[in-house]
C-alpha cells in the first residue's frame, strides 16, 4: 500500500469516528438534558426583555403624569388636571396589565429587577395624584385594588386600539393577577416626597402660603414612618431616606422664609441694621 493511499484509509477513519462520536453525543441523556436548559433559559431571558421594555413605557408615561400634575400649582382648574391625569393612570395600567400576563404562572420574584423600576414609578405618580385630590397619603391595599384587571382589559392592553374606538366592555372581574409588592410601594412613596418639595417650591412662587405648611405637616409624617422602619426594610430605602430629609428640609426652609417675611416688622424685632443706631 502506497503513503497515499494510507493517509485516505486513516481519513476515512477518522471521519467515521467523528461521526459516531456526534450520533453517541446527540442521543446522550446529558446533551439532551443540557438542549432542554438552553430552551428554558431562553425562554427566560426573551421574557425578562419584554418585562423591561414594559417598565420603560411604564416609567415614562408615569413621568409625563407627574409632570402634568404639577401644573396644579398654576392653573385654577385643578379637577380638569385631575381628569386628564386619571385618563394617563388607566394607560399606565393597561401597560402594567401587559406585566400581569406575561407573569402568569411565573415566580414574580425571578423577573422583579425588570420592572421594579417601572412600578416605583407608578406608585410614585398614583401617590401624587392621589395626594393632590385627598391631602393623604394612597395605602397599598387601595394601589392594589386598582390593579384588579379584567380579561378584556387584558387583550386590550396587547393590542391597543385606535384613538377614536371606544373602550372595551367590562363583563366579568377575574382576581387580581399583580400585586404590588410592600417594597416597590415604600420606594415610591420616598420618591414621591421629592415631587412634593418641587410642589411646595411651586406654590410659594405663584403666592400660595398655605399649601408650604400642609406640604410640611405631612412630610414630617412621611419621614417618622420611614425612620421606624430603620434598617429592617428594604436596603434601598436607607439611600432614598437621605433624599427625604433634604427634601424635608428645603420644605422647611422654605415655610420659614414665609413666616419671616409674614411676620409683623415692630422696632423691637427689627433687623440689626434697621436699629436706630445703624442708621445714619
Request: charged share 25%.
Amino acid at each position: 500500500m502506497s503513503k497515499g493511499d494510507a493517509q485516505g484509509c486513516l481519513k476515512k477513519s477518522g471521519g467515521l469516528q467523528e461521526r459516531d462520536a456526534s450520533a453517541n453525543a446527540s442521543s446522550s441523556p446529558v446533551i439532551a438534558a443540557f438542549k432542554v436548559f438552553q430552551q428554558e433559559l431562553d425562554t427566560k431571558h426573551d421574557k425578562h426583555e419584554r418585562l423591561v421594555k414594559i417598565s420603560r413605557d411604564i416609567t415614562i408615561e408615569s413621568k409625563r403624569t407627574i409632570f402634568l400634575l404639577h401644573r396644579v400649582t398654576s392653573v385654577t382648574d385643578v379637577e380638569s388636571i385631575l381628569k386628564e391625569s386619571d385618563v394617563k393612570l388607566d394607560l399606565v395600567r393597561r401597560k402594567i396589565a401587559q406585566i400581569a400576563e406575561e407573569l402568569k404562572g411565573e415566580d414574580i420574584y425571578q423577573f422583579h429587577r425588570a420592572f421594579t423600576a417601572g412600578i416605583q414609578e407608578y406608585v410614585e405618580a398614583v401617590s401624587f395624584q392621589h395626594y393632590i385630590r385627598h391631602r393623604t397619603l394612597i395605602s397599598l391595599e387601595e394601589i392594589n385594588a386598582m390593579l384588579v384587571f379584567t380579561e378584556a382589559q387584558s387583550t386590550d392592553a396587547k393590542e391597543p386600539a385606535e384613538e377614536d374606538a371606544p373602550p372595551p366592555t367590562v363583563t366579568a372581574v377575574s382576581a387580581p393577577p399583580f400585586q404590588v409588592i410592600p417594597s416597590d410601594y415604600l420606594l415610591g412613596v420616598a420618591d414621591l416626597t421629592g415631587e412634593l418639595m418641587r410642589m411646595c417650591i411651586g406654590s410659594v412662587g405663584n403666592g400660595d402660603i398655605d399649601t408650604p405648611f400642609q406640604l410640611s405637616q405631612f412630610l414630617r409624617q412621611v419621614h417618622d414612618g420611614f425612620s421606624y422602619i430603620g434598617n429592617s426594610g428594604p436596603y434601598e430605602v436607607s439611600k432614598k431616606l437621605h433624599t427625604l430629609r433634604q427634601s424635608l428640609a428645603k420644605v422647611e426652609d422654605a415655610c420659614y422664609a414665609l413666616r419671616v417675611a409674614a411676620a409683623p416688622r415692630s422696632p423691637s424685632t427689627c433687623w440689626p441694621t434697621c436699629s436706630p443706631a445703624a442708621t445714619p
